[in-house]
Structure formats: C-alpha cells, structure tokens
C-alpha cells in the first residue's frame, strides 16, 4: 500500500468484539465463529479468505447486519448494530452498507434501472437520477433499459454493484463477486470496487477463495477453525 493510500488508523469503521455462531446439524453443534475480535479502518479494503466451509461468508453477514451473533457486539461507525430494532436495523442497512452478492440476485422482471433503484425505494425515495449516475459509473448506462436476462454475467454482476452504491454507503460488502466470472470479468470487476473505494474511501471488504487476487487489497484475514488470522 503506498502513501497516497495510507489507512487512517484512529478511525474505526468496523469493530467486533467476542463473536460467536454456530449450527445445528442434527445433534452435533458446528462452531463457525469462535470469539472474533476485529478492528476495520476506514477506507480499508480487507479480503477475506480461508478454507471452503471455514466461515468466510457466515462472518460477512454478521458484520453486514444480515445473520446476527449468538453472542458478541459488531459495531459500525460507532453503532451496534445488532442493538437496533428490526426497522432501524433495516434502515441503518439501506443507508449505510452496500452488498454483491456472488448470484448478482437482481429481481428478472425489473430493468436494470429499475433493480438499482430499488434501495431508493425502499426509503421512499425517487432514485432515478442516482440510479442512472450508479449505472454510468459502472459502464452501464446505455444498458438501463434492458432486463437481467439481455445481459452477460459480468454486466449483470455490475448492475448488482451499482445498486449496492446507489445510497452512497460507507460500507461496501462483496461476497465471492468474481466467483462465476470469467479471469478477465474478474479483474474488471475488481477494478471496479477498488477503484470506488479509493475515490470515496468507502470500506470495502470481500470475500473471496482467490489468494492472488486477495492481494491488491490492504490486509488479507484468513479464517480457520473459527478464529481470524
């Protein structure tokens, strides 16, 4: 990391202390999260890695907000979010934390335009002309009339990012978001999220299997056995 990209240490974006999750699975109890303590500058792009089943995914959902701990706190600029009530939890999400999912999970009958004005929506919001912005910030504008099915993966995968900043989050959650992509989507993709995190110093955390591309990153943590490394 070089200077121009230097973290700002004493700001905390994202803090855990002592997290827990496990399963269920028959009689037998798998524990996932073992007491996680975790500290996430602001502005920082931290990869997340480990080994299939090692929890990698189960842990970004609980610092998105998305699957709560069996015990433990996760703070997000300051508020812990597993405090608030559902609605405010709710809310708290939508204007605060971006996700991509790996399955793009755009909604078929609605245009591209459309899915990435959902958010907006959501809050009650007309978000067209910061829907139209997001998709021009990803290189698909001329493309906002078309539905999920006229586009190929990586275009639907960008779709999916541009709803995801369309609130201007200071959060941007990835899980596996090259994982169907071909090696050159990949990188565009890539691209793509490092390039708004760096502009916007927004937060940016990914989960992938790929050690190479967890690289371009500012820190990688591997999970293993419940614990972060």
């Known amino acids: 990391m070089d200077a121009g990209q230097a973290v700002c240490v004493s700001e905390v974006m994202i803090e855990t202390r002592d997290l827990h999750r496990s399963y269920r699975i028959g009689k ?49 600029a ?71 099915a006229e586009l190929s993966g990586g275009e639907q995968q960008r779709v999916a990012i541009a709803r995801a900043i369309v609130n201007q989050p200071t959060v941007l959650f990835a899980d596996e978001p090259t994982g169907n992509l071909d090696s050159r989507t990949s990188k565009e993709i890539m691209e793509i999220l490092l390039q708004l995190a760096n502009e916007h110093r927004v937060t940016l955390i990914v989960v992938t299997h790929d050690q190479e591309l967890a690289k371009v990153g500012d820190r990688t943590l591997v999970i293993k056995d419940g614990k972060v490394n």
């Open 28 to 76: 037998k109890s798998i524990e996932v999260l073992h007491g996680i303590d975790l500290k996430i500058h602001k502005g920082e792009k931290v990869f997340l890695c480990g080994p299939s089943g090692a929890g990698k995914t189960t842990l970004l959902y609980t610092l998105a907000g998305l699957e709560s701990p069996e015990r433990g706190s996760v703070h997000i």
């Open 78 to 148: 300051g508020t812990d979010i597993y405090q608030l009530g559902r609605r405010q939890q709710a809310a708290f999400r939508n204007r605060s934390i971006g996700y991509v999912f790996q399955n793009y999970h755009l909604l078929p009958e609605l245009t591209a335009l459309e899915n990435v004005s959902v958010p907006g929506a959501i809050s009650g919001l007309n978000h067209t002309e910061a829907a139209l912005a997001a998709l021009d910030r990803v290189g698909l504008k001329d493309r906002a009339d078309h539905l999920p």
